[in-house]
């Protein structure tokens, strides 16, 4: 049993950020993360990219997941990216995206540093997996 | 104690204030990664100045609104303020989803309060066997305030009495009848008692009920003796309302007040906050503060040596053929978890019985 406990448990920030009411999905993800044994901690509604920055620093997050589906993508999670470098944790976070993010706009979220983005209709095993797989060891 | 160069840096930043070095070394007390011992052992020089205040109370009561308005007047006081908040893990997965931080929404933005969030981890108790730890981290971070916001499981969530320097106890109107006042647990731990939610119906009730119990403590407790004092008797001090102190006598003792408060408007807060102060001031004065970090250290003495010895007992285990093969012969009925209890531990006893001559050398010098 407390081997169990004292080994090191992934932890993730789900994110909702800006003007987007919508977090049935981030619910879902929160609890299937949960299932999956992560530690979860959820930002709740309408959060600024300040906000998301101060959380994912002060929890010290392995994964960030933003869920956006106001289509503000491109003008928020560069603001994110931004604010994780200035306090150093830009380079082992791993930012993954979930939400309405049309095709044309992947490159862009990928080249600021989204390492993964989930559109509608991918599994929830999916991401879990590629959490497992890609979550920085540090 | 030895560092590596990195735990080195790590220790330097987060002494200079850097938040990503504090995050960074909770994360490392919570996983127990190597070497976490050592840096929380230097931590410890540079700890002391924070007030440790816990809040408790069942789930639902409003600890985290009331944590976040306690943040947000100390800011205004212009004090800095780390806060520890300790969702519950699942036993199963061992996941756990902290959903604490969503109600601290009037100190976003400002840096200098630093909450985080912790998985209880499957222990039991309210608190998490690394938020000693993390305390440490942020003390020496230089944190003013230092807020533990528990699990809030139940009546028997007690661990913050041995971590916080105050303890309050949440208690919402509608908490059940005056028994539930009699019984042992969580209500005897309480510094100061918060009738939070006093805006709705039931709270003047709960209030009274909190007053009858703290007077029934002052009643056989302190006035020694006790018991010839009957229920009428009490009854009788009408005009009694548990702040007053009768006898001279009992100057030494702390009466916890209870203070009614609406987390979500922000009433009664600073009053909460003066209580805090009070009972802090009394901690210092009367010197029940000394006593209780001997208790505290004594406390962490313990667990660290029942850690060691259990990851001894996890090694011995390995050694008779793992806790599995152990088990399964029980459920065979060929023994029994007494008789494997005592041989997993006979080459244990006999090392110890050997080296028993020699003194303890690092138990008593840290304090």
Same mark, same amino acid.
């Given at each position: 049993m407390s081997s169990e406990q004292e080994a090191e448990s992934i932890r993730c920030l789900v994110a909702k950020v800006g003007l987007?009411?919508?977090d049935r999905g981030a619910h879902v993800v929160a609890r299937a993360f949960r299932d999956a044994g992560f530690e979860v901690i959820y930002s709740g509604l309408h959060k600024s990219p300040e906000e998301i920055v101060q959380a994912a620093v002060q929890e010290d997050v392995d994964v960030l997941g933003i869920s956006i589906l106001s289509g503000a993508h491109d003008t928020l999670v560069p603001k994110i990216m931004d604010g994780l470098e200035e306090y150093g944790a830009k380079d082992d976070t791993l930012v993954l995206a979930g939400g309405v993010i049309p095709d044309e706009d992947r490159e862009g979220l990928k080249d600021a540093g989204v390492a993964a983005i989930f559109g509608p209709g991918t599994s929830i095993e999916e991401t879990i997996e590629f959490v497992r797989e890609n979550a920085p060891q540090r | 104690m030895t560092m590596d160069a990195d735990d080195e840096s790590l220790l330097e930043d987060l002494l200079a204030g850097k938040h990503r070095a504090l995050a960074r070394t909770i994360s490392k007390i919570e996983n127990r990664s190597p070497g976490y011992r050592d840096l929380v052992s230097e931590l410890y020089a540079h700890t002391g100045d924070a007030d440790v205040i816990g809040i408790t109370g069942s789930p639902g009561a409003g600890k985290s609104t009331l944590v976040d308005k306690l943040a947000e007047t100390y800011r205004d006081r212009g004090e800095t303020v780390g806060v520890i908040a300790i969702d519950p893990s699942s036993p199963f997965t061992g996941g756990a989803v902290l959903? =604490?931080?969503?109600? /601290?929404?009037?100190? %976003?933005?400002? /840096?200098? %309060?630093f909450v985080r969030s912790m998985s209880?981890?499957?222990?039991? +108790? *309210?608190?998490?066997?690394a938020t000693a730890d993390a305390v440490k981290a942020m003390d020496a971070f230089g944190k003013d305030k230092i807020i533990i916001e528990t699990v809030?499981?139940?009546?028997?969530?007690? =661990?913050?009495v041995r971590t916080a320097d105050t303890v309050a106890v949440l208690v919402p109107p509608g908490? +059940?009848?005056d028994i539930q006042t009699l019984?042992? *647990?969580?209500?005897?731990?309480?510094d100061v008692f918060v009738v939070n939610?006093?805006?709705? =119906? +039931?709270a003047d009730r709960t209030v009274q009920e909190l007053r009858d119990m703290v007077q029934l403590g002052d009643e056989s407790?302190?006035? *020694? *003796?006790?018991?010839?004092?009957?229920q009428e008797v009490i009854d009788a001090? =009408?005009?009694?309302?548990?702040?007053?102190?009768?006898? +001279?006598?009992?100057?030494e003792d702390w009466t916890p007040p209870i203070v009614e408060t609406v987390a979500t408007k922000g009433t009664g807060v600073e009053t909460f906050i003066d209580e805090l102060a009070n009972h802090r001031a009394y901690l210092v004065e009367s010197g029940t503060r000394a006593e209780k970090v001997r208790q505290r250290y004594a406390e962490e003495i313990r667990t660290l040596l029942r850690e060691d010895v259990h990851a001894l007992l996890e090694d011995e285990l390995d050694a008779s053929g793992g806790i599995n093969g152990l088990a399964d012969a029980v459920r065979r009925g060929e023994t029994d978890p007494y008789s494997i209890a005592n041989d997993v531990l006979a080459p244990v006893e006999a090392c110890v019985e050997n080296l028993e001559t020699e003194p303890d050398e690092d138990g008593s010098s840290r304090e």
């Open positions: 987007d009411g919508h | 959903g =604490d931080r969503i109600r /601290m929404a009037s100190t %976003v933005g400002d /840096m200098d %309060v209880a981890r499957g222990t039991l +108790g *309210g608190l998490s066997t809030g499981a139940g009546q028997n969530e007690i =661990d913050i908490s +059940g009848d019984k042992a *647990g969580i209500l005897e731990i309480a939610k006093a805006d709705r =119906d +039931g407790g302190a006035a *020694g *003796g006790g018991g010839h004092h009957s001090h =009408d005009d009694w309302d548990g702040e007053t102190d009768a006898d +001279g006598d009992e100057a």
